[in-house]
Structures are given as structure tokens and as C-alpha cells.
């Protein structure tokens, strides 16, 4: 059985959990190590079983605790060539991963105790962000947490994967009416940084296929949108080529300020 579940979501922190009896991972640790070791306990799972940790970006908000963490309890952490140089230099990381550090690259497979993983670059605004593909003992999860276009490339690892985790930042309309500054909302909009609702419905009506399972939205913006508009949105993109979300495919949006519900896949 492979487990499933997020710890935190959105521009808070973002940390998420896969996991079976023979090994465990988190994407991201952008909560510290305290909330991380509490919030994995609340579904029962101790911090020896995480063993390792995927990187998918610098922002604040993917690695507020990562140094923390590596440090702690030494874990490795997979991260391509360029985002570990960033992370020697950032105040959250330096010098804080020596022994942990573990390099990948975009477009590779790398595995570990018999997950593969696969990091894709994807656009956004830090050094160098990538999603992943997951093939976790024979669940396929695609990750796309902080993404500002959808490429072929991000259509296709989702085409490929049982289970999708996928951005729907913002409402458009909620954006555009709300108080940010002009330029924090071309920098939102613009194609490196954040996918819409709108954008995240077009891209579901792309990728969907009849071995997805799931999807869950992540990092939805507290300002800009809510968790009832996001699944509307989607759900109605789901039911124009026929397929009827919490029937033939589960859609959840994942909580912002607290660990989600433990979700399970059977895996080999
Ligand atoms: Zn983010
Ligand atoms: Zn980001």
C-alpha cells in the first residue's frame, strides 16, 4: 500500500509524504522540522520512515526548513546540479546539506531503494524549478507545485501517471479585483509564475487518461482563491469530456494550514 498526503500547501510552506513499509519521501520542506514531525504523526508515520527528500525549487516556501531537517536527522536530498548551488548560498540551506547532498538531472531517472523518480524542468521564477515523476513501487504520481505555463512535457508525465499533483493558484477574476500591486500581478500571470484555475481546467482536459486516479490541487492562493471555486472549476472541465469527479476519478483540493487526509494506493 502506498500512502499518500500532504503536510502543508501553498505559499505557507509546502511539504508532501509518500511512503510505504519499505521506504518513505518528502517533496519540498518548506515548514520546519517540528511541524513536519507532528503533522507526519498525525497519520501515523515516524520521521526514521521518511528517507529521503526531493527538492522542486528555491523559493522560501519549498525550503524554509529543508536545512533544518537535513541537518536533524541527515537525510538525503535530491536536487539538480543548479538548485544545490543556489542552496549552498541561501541562509535557509547553507552549510547546512554537507552529506546530504545528492544531484539529479532534468529529464533522468534516479532511484532509491526501488522508487524512480524523475525530475522535469518546468517555468517559473526561481533558479531552476523542476516537477517530478514518481513511479513509487508502481503508483505514478506527477508533482507540479509552482508552475506559470503547462508544457508538452508537463502534459505528457501526466498522461503517464496514476495520480497528479497539480497547481490551481489563483482566480483570475479574484487576481485581478484584489489588492495586490500591478506588478506582483503581471509577476503571478505572466508564463514563470502560477497557473489559474482556468489554466489548471485546460491542462486536466489534456492529460487526463483512464489509469488517472486522482488529482489533487495544490498551492491555492489564500488571496486569491478558495478551495470551493478551484474545484468547480476543474470538476466542470472533468464533466465537459465526461468524466464525473468522486466517481470515476477522485478531486481534492489539498488544505493550506494542515496535513490533508491520508489517501491509499495499492502499489506492488
Ligand atoms: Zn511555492
Ligand atoms: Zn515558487
Known sequence: MVKFFSLSSGSNGNCYYIGNEETGLLIDAGIGPRTIKKRLLEHGISMDSVEFILVTHDHIDHIKGLGMVAQKYSKPV?????????LDNHPCTRCRLSGCVRKTVAG??????GVVFTPFIVPHDAT????????????????????????DEVVSY????????FESNYDLDMLLGGSYTPELKVRIMQGRGHLSNGQAASAVKRFWHKELQYIFLCH????NNTPAKAHTCI????????????????????????????????GR
Open 158 to 165: 501526466c498522461r503517464q501517471s496514476n495520480v497528479v499533483i
Open 235 to 266: 470538476s466542470k472541465a472533468l464533466s465537459s469530456i465526461g468524466v464525473l469527479p468522486d466517481k470515476d476519478i477522485g478531486l481534492v483540493c489539498l488544505p493550506r494550514r494542515r496535513v490533508s487526509d491520508l489517501y491509499v494506493f495499492e
Open 128 to 151: 531552476e524549478t523542476v516537477g517530478y515523476h514518481i513511479d513509487f513501487y508502481g503508483v505514478k504520481f506527477t508533482f507540479l507545485t509552482d508552475l506559470g505555463e503547462v508544457t
Open 78 to 86: 535530491y536536487a539538480t546540479e543548479k538548485l544545490h548551488a543556489s
Open 108 to 113: 533522468q531517472p534516479s532511484a532509491y531503494k
Open 220 to 223: 491555492l492562493s489564500e488571496n
